[in-house]
């Protein structure tokens, strides 16, 4: 079973271009099942083989995580993770039915999204433009851009130049499974990048080559974790006791726009939710 999990998760890494932390998700959960599998038959017999296993194993699986100490958010990914694998062993003829169906996860009931209120935005854009500095105007320009688009902040720090479409007014966003979407630019935000790239990257450019937006002190990429300190930074100068981070600002997009009426089909393109179900999240909130 060990070789089979690991052609599945080649499948993944190559096929679905799935995240490395996505892929050490499915490792984990599908090594958890591999062992209890394998401790359902004497260690003389070596465990049972993807072809070997029935309905009454994977009962038994499920009352197995279901009796451990887990979240249910947990106990669910891990019978998702198990569903995904019995279902690529199917297509491929590794086994003789798509046992999946047989594993049924606990319903998940996602609380909505945290968002800050109008109040708090204000807050913290006023607060990055406060100052004229270069980093400043740099912060004011990634804040404004993240709270006017609801990219990631992995999307927002992998951003190059040419991302910026200023003819065509649109941003175009690549996420980490290599699919595109294109995220539309309104006037004020279209002027705000030009003025950082005329004026505010070209001081912080070291390197003519370097095809990245937003640039560090030393002339290279900005990190997420060097952004999320600078959210953070902005949040406490301006006294905002609600959790700031980029997702939560993010969110806060989605929030606002549907409450001001904005079309949520509208919404699920712009943020790149594969379902509409999660962008109906954003109604709750």
């Known amino acids: 079973m060990v070789e089979d999990i690991r052609l599945?998760?080649?499948?993944?890494a190559k096929e679905?271009?799935?995240?490395k932390n996505t892929l050490d998700a499915y490792h984990n959960d599908l090594s958890q099942l591999a062992d209890y599998i394998a401790s359902a038959?004497?260690?003389?017999?070596?465990g049972?083989?993807?072809?070997e296993l029935g309905e009454e194993h994977l009962v038994s699986?499920?009352?197995?995580?279901?009796?451990?100490?887990?979240?249910?958010?947990t106990v669910a990914r891990k019978i998702a993770a198990a569903r995904t694998f019995l279902k690529f062993m199917a297509e491929r003829g590794k086994v003789s039915k798509d046992l999946a169906p047989k594993l049924t996860a606990p319903r998940v009931v996602k609380a909505a999204p945290k968002a800050l209120t109008v109040a708090e935005v204000q807050r913290l854009l006023a607060e990055a433009a406060r100052l004229q500095t270069i980093d400043a105007r740099r912060d004011r320009a990634m804040l404004e851009l993240l709270y006017a688009t609801g990219m990631l902040a992995s999307e927002l720090m992998s951003l190059n130049v040419e991302d910026l479409d200023m003819n065509q007014n649109h941003?175009?966003?690549?996420?980490?499974?290599?699919?595109?979407?294109?995220?539309p630019m309104d006037k004020r935000i279209k002027d705000l990048m030009k003025d950082y790239i005329d004026s505010v990257r070209m001081k912080l450019l070291t390197k003519d080559k370097e095809k990245a937006l937003f640039l560090n002190q030393r002339g290279e990429?900005?990190?997420?974790?060097?952004?999320?300190?600078?959210?953070q930074s902005y949040a406490d100068q301006?006294?905002?006791?609600s959790k700031v981070t980029p997702r939560s600002i993010r969110h806060s997009f989605a929030v606002h726009r549907l409450k001001n009426g904005s079309d949520i089909h509208n919404i699920q393109e712009i943020l790149g939710h594969a379902h509409i179900s999660t962008t109906k999240s954003y109604k709750q909130a």
């Open 238 to 241: 301006a006294g905002i006791t």
């Open 171 to 183: 941003i175009k966003i690549i996420n980490q499974r290599g699919k595109s979407r294109v995220i």
């Open 16 to 19: 679905k271009k799935c995240s």
């Open 8 to 12: 599945f998760l080649n499948y993944l």
């Open 61 to 73: 699986y499920m009352l197995f995580l279901k009796g451990k100490s887990y979240t249910v958010s």
């Open 221 to 231: 990429r900005l990190t997420r974790q060097g952004f999320w300190q600078i959210v």
């Open 41 to 46: 038959k004497s260690k003389e017999a070596g």
């Open 48 to 51: 049972y083989e993807v072809e």
